[in-house]
């Protein structure tokens, strides 16, 4: 049996359920595309800034912060250049490294008063747990799956106020508040109080989405650039129940059952209905040529060079 039909990680779980011919080329074939995604990059460069900002906040205390600014600074940088090499961007998109590291600093301006009421439980944790059946009703379903590993990148977890949260990082570009509605379902930050609450030894209240919006209109004059970024934030708590914890298990074990079926009986079916979801699918070029995967035309696409749960995704509403 495959090691792909027992692993499972939001992104994945994501992907399985919207075409599972994307996920094919994804995740079997481990393709990707060779132009990379300005969104993406810029996400993942502001997961960056905060992971080392927040690594010397927990270990030398907010005293620290300048420190704290510089690694933050650094790593970002580290990983603008190592996303930047691996792929070719668009030049004239505003999501740039400096518009990326203003925004570092204006959330740093923003969420000023975390020094007095915010203290750092856990930077950055990315490992997988073990997903067994437990009830009776998942045992009579999924039982006969192979054990179910999960893969999770929990961005921080705080004391905020006296209560331990899990508090998850978004950029985005569309509106804050259909992007804190949508939140308010995820299927990605379910799944990571879940999983928090089996990895530490506190009571944990919910998830604190801690969105961070970017945008900027280009001039209609011909040949006009960017304006100036448009650049906000805005934390969202999310709290959730025994019952959307159990909903998560059971969505989750079901979305392995239908990629271990996917696997086993070698048949990947199209969702033309998510074709163009937010934006073109990314494998639309290779779905349109209907060819088996030996005799695909791969020009614009690659063996994929990061682990695909390694992603930073931005939000789309
Ligand atoms: S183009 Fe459509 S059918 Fe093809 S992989 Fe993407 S979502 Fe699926």
């Given at each position: 049996?495959?090691?792909?039909?027992?692993?499972?990680?939001?992104?994945?779980?994501?992907?399985?359920?919207?075409?599972r011919?994307?996920?094919?080329?994804?995740?079997?074939?481990?393709?990707?595309?060779?132009?990379?995604?300005?969104?993406?990059?810029?996400?993942?460069?502001?997961?960056?800034?905060?992971?080392?900002y927040?690594?010397?906040?927990?270990?030398?205390?907010?005293?620290?912060?300048?420190?704290?600014?510089?690694?933050?600074?650094?790593?970002?940088k580290?990983?603008?250049?190592?996303?930047?090499?691996?792929?070719?961007?668009?030049?004239?998109?505003?999501?740039?490294?400096?518009?990326?590291?203003?925004?570092?600093?204006?959330?740093?301006?923003?969420?000023?008063?975390?020094?007095?009421?915010?203290?750092?439980?856990?930077?950055?944790?990315?490992?997988?747990?073990?997903?067994?059946?437990?009830?009776?009703?998942?045992?009579?379903?999924?039982?006969?799956?192979p054990?179910?590993?999960?893969?999770?990148v929990?961005?921080?977890?705080?004391?905020?106020?006296?209560?331990?949260?899990?508090?998850?990082?978004?950029?985005?570009?569309?509106?804050?508040?259909?992007?804190?509605q949508?939140?308010?379902?995820?299927?990605?930050?379910?799944?990571?109080?879940?999983?928090?609450?089996?990895?530490?030894?506190?009571?944990?209240?919910?998830?604190?989405?801690?969105?961070?919006?970017?945008s900027?209109?280009?001039?209609?004059?011909?040949?006009?650039?960017?304006?100036?970024?448009?650049?906000?934030?805005?934390?969202?708590?999310?709290?959730?129940?025994?019952?959307?914890?159990r909903?998560?298990?059971?969505?989750?074990?079901?979305?392995?059952?239908?990629?271990?079926?996917?696997?086993?009986?070698?048949?990947?079916?199209?969702?033309?209905?998510h074709?163009?979801?937010?934006?073109?699918?990314?494998?639309?070029?290779?779905?349109?040529?209907?060819?088996?995967?030996?005799?695909?035309?791969?020009?614009?696409?690659?063996?994929?060079?990061?682990?695909?749960?390694?992603?930073?995704?931005?939000?789309?509403?």
């Amino acid at each position: 049996m495959e090691e792909l039909t027992l692993s499972m990680s939001y992104s994945k779980k994501s992907c399985i359920n919207t075409c599972r011919k994307k996920a094919y080329f994804k995740y079997k074939c481990e393709l990707e595309a060779k132009a990379g995604s300005s969104a993406l990059r810029y996400g993942r460069v502001f997961h960056s800034a905060m992971n080392g900002y927040y690594k010397v906040i927990k270990s030398k205390g907010w005293s620290a912060k300048d420190e704290a600014i510089t690694a933050g600074s650094e790593q970002a940088k580290r990983i603008w250049d190592k996303v930047s090499a691996a792929s070719s961007f668009r030049e004239d998109d505003y999501r740039t490294y400096s518009v990326c590291m203003q925004a570092f600093l204006n959330y740093l301006t923003f969420y000023e008063a975390d020094s007095t009421y915010l203290d750092v439980i856990s930077t950055e944790r990315r490992g997988e747990i073990v997903l067994v059946p437990e009830t009776e009703l998942e045992k009579r379903t999924f039982g006969h799956l192979p054990p179910l590993i999960y893969k999770y990148v929990i961005d921080l977890i705080v004391n905020l106020g006296g209560m331990a949260w899990v508090l998850d990082f978004k950029t985005t570009g569309s509106y804050i508040d259909s992007v804190a509605q949508k939140l308010e379902r995820s299927d990605q930050l379910i799944g990571y109080v879940n999983v928090t609450k089996a990895l530490v030894d506190l009571p944990i209240e919910g998830c604190l989405a801690s969105i961070v919006h970017t945008s900027a209109r280009k001039s209609t004059k011909e040949g006009g650039g960017y304006g100036v970024p448009k650049i906000e934030f805005r934390r969202v708590p999310q709290l959730f129940t025994e019952g959307d914890f159990r909903d998560w298990r059971l969505s989750t074990f079901s979305t392995a059952k239908e990629l271990f079926d996917c696997s086993n009986l070698d048949l990947w079916p199209a969702n033309y209905d998510h074709c163009f979801d937010f934006k073109a699918c990314e494998y639309f070029e290779l779905c349109s040529q209907h060819k088996p995967a030996g005799e695909l035309e791969l020009g614009n696409y690659r063996k994929r060079v990061y682990d695909m749960d390694e992603e930073e995704e931005e939000v789309a509403t």
